[in-house]
């Protein structure tokens, strides 16, 4: 069996609440899986039952091929980093990272030579003697990936570790993190709201929704091929566009346009006739020199724009549906211009507008 973690039919409920349903997840041992959603979606909750500080209503958990759905935190064989850095704050760096170990009556030469290992992969070796109140937030988040670190787990679980960040700082804790995965070849379990951390650390995405598992792939299956509306409206950033149309004759049929559905995949045998919603997203629709492979093309006017250095977002009207569209960072434009753009159908998506499942 190659899983690190394993969930069965796991419940949660709160009360008469339903926080997680029947829910299942197979992760992989040395695997990188984040854990993606708005907040309530039980991502953090999640979290918290397989460290085993949540008790769960029904299911089971297994770790390392053992159940441990009733078993105590400290008996799952896992390292956890909060989204607080949860630091003592009268204890200096090196007091933080081995009073575990000191609880747990590690002899001194292995406590010491685990926090000499932790300290010397995340570089923390000249702030052991100092105490919180002298590091910055990147510091003082990095002793706290060090506290578990030192544990010498299998299994890793971070719960939104970078949200009380700066953004710059978010940036370099982030490949940070992704070069202590490669490194170690740990199982790590990592969650958050941020979907560009979610794109750029996982192996394999999970996206919830309401205490579900809407999809489970890996960051390019999720982006390019999302299993229904709700994963392509919650990722990429403007979000995808929709727009509703019929599909007739293998064709996207669209207000007066009529966009060939040649060499799009459809899911299953799903191709046949009827209502359904067309997705593109803003850096799939095609302008300027780019045009020339598009296999559909109209005319917008620009309504809006917002420069933003390397692209230009323009916002137009299509087929009476709001859209954006990504143009590089040295165009041209202003509202009122008229803008030729294209696409190629077969980077679309589409869905059908009962079921919002992929088509």
Same mark, same amino acid.
């Given at each position: 069996?190659?899983?690190?973690?394993?969930?069965?039919?796991?419940?949660?409920?709160?009360?008469?609440?339903?926080?997680?349903?029947?829910?299942?997840?197979?992760?992989?041992?040395?695997?990188?899986?984040?854990?993606?959603?708005?907040?309530?979606?039980?991502?953090?909750?999640?979290?918290?039952?397989?460290?085993?500080?949540?008790?769960?209503?029904?299911?089971? #958990?297994?770790?390392?091929?053992?159940?441990?759905?009733?078993?105590?935190?400290?008996?799952?064989?896992?390292?956890?980093?909060?989204?607080?850095?949860?630091?003592?704050?009268?204890?200096?760096?090196?007091?933080?990272?081995?009073?575990?170990?000191?609880?747990?009556?590690?002899?001194?030469?292995?406590?010491?030579?685990?926090?000499?290992?932790?300290?010397?992969?995340?570089? #923390?070796?000249?702030?052991?003697?100092?105490?919180?109140?002298?590091?910055?937030?990147?510091?003082?988040?990095?002793?706290?990936?060090?506290?578990?670190?030192?544990?010498?787990?299998?299994?890793?679980?971070?719960?939104?570790?970078?949200?009380?960040?700066?953004?710059?700082?978010?940036?370099?804790?982030?490949?940070?993190?992704?070069?202590?995965?490669?490194?170690?070849?740990?199982?790590?379990?990592?969650?958050?709201?941020?979907?560009?951390?979610?794109?750029?650390?996982?192996?394999?995405?999970?996206?919830?929704?309401?205490?579900?598992?809407?999809?489970?792939?890996?960051?390019?299956?999720?982006?390019?091929?999302?299993?229904?509306?709700?994963?392509?409206?919650?990722?990429?950033?403007?979000?995808?566009?929709?727009?509703?149309?019929?599909?007739?004759?293998?064709?996207?049929?669209?207000?007066?346009?009529?966009?060939?559905?040649?060499?799009?995949?459809?899911?299953?045998?799903?191709?046949?006739?009827?209502?359904?919603?067309?997705?593109?997203?803003?850096?799939? #629709?095609?302008?300027?020199?780019?045009?020339?492979?598009?296999?559909?093309?109209?005319?917008?006017?620009?309504?809006?724009?917002?420069?933003?250095?390397?692209?230009?977002?323009?916002?137009?009207?299509?087929?009476?549906?709001?859209?954006?569209?990504?143009?590089?960072?040295?165009?041209?434009?202003?509202?009122?211009?008229?803008?030729?753009?294209?696409?190629?159908?077969?980077?679309?998506?589409?869905?059908?507008?009962?079921?919002?499942?992929?088509?």
């Amino acid at each position: 069996m190659n899983y690190a973690v394993e969930i069965k039919d796991l419940d949660l409920y709160f009360g008469n609440v339903k926080v997680l349903q029947q829910l299942n997840l197979d992760i992989y041992k040395g695997e990188f899986l984040v854990l993606l959603g708005s907040s309530g979606c039980g991502k953090s909750t999640l979290l918290n039952c397989i460290a085993g500080l949540l008790e769960v209503t029904d299911g089971q #958990i297994f770790i390392g091929g053992n159940n441990v759905t009733w078993a105590q935190p400290s008996e799952r064989g896992i390292g956890m980093v909060f989204q607080s850095y949860a630091l003592y704050p009268q204890m200096t760096v090196e007091g933080n990272l081995s009073f575990g170990l000191r609880n747990a009556r590690m002899p001194r030469d292995e406590i010491s030579k685990r926090v000499s290992r932790a300290a010397g992969i995340l570089q #923390i070796e000249p702030l052991l003697k100092r105490k919180p109140a002298a590091l910055s937030g990147g510091q003082r988040q990095r002793v706290a990936i060090g506290r578990a670190l030192v544990r010498d787990v299998d299994v890793f679980l971070f719960d939104e570790p970078l949200s009380n960040l700066d953004a710059k700082l978010r940036a370099d804790l982030r490949v940070e993190i992704k070069k202590l995965h490669e490194q170690l070849d740990n199982t790590m379990i990592y969650v958050t709201h941020d979907q560009i951390e979610a794109m750029t650390l996982a192996d394999r995405i999970a996206i919830m929704k309401e205490g579900k598992i809407m999809q489970l792939a890996s960051p390019n299956e999720i982006y390019n091929r999302p299993r229904n509306l709700y994963v392509a409206d919650f990722i990429g950033s403007p979000s995808m566009n929709f727009l509703h149309g019929e599909i007739k004759d293998g064709n996207f049929l669209l207000d007066g346009i009529t966009i060939p559905l040649k060499g799009y995949e459809f899911a299953a045998d799903s191709s046949q006739g009827g209502k359904a919603i067309l997705g593109l997203r803003p850096e799939h #629709i095609l302008t300027g020199d780019n045009l020339a492979s598009a296999t559909v093309r109209t005319t917008v006017t620009v309504e809006l724009v917002e420069p933003m250095g390397s692209d230009t977002l323009i916002y137009s009207t299509l087929a009476g549906t709001f859209i954006h569209v990504r143009m590089d960072g040295q165009a041209r434009v202003s509202p009122g211009d008229k803008v030729e753009i294209g696409f190629q159908p077969e980077r679309a998506s589409l869905f059908d507008p009962e079921t919002e499942d992929r088509l």
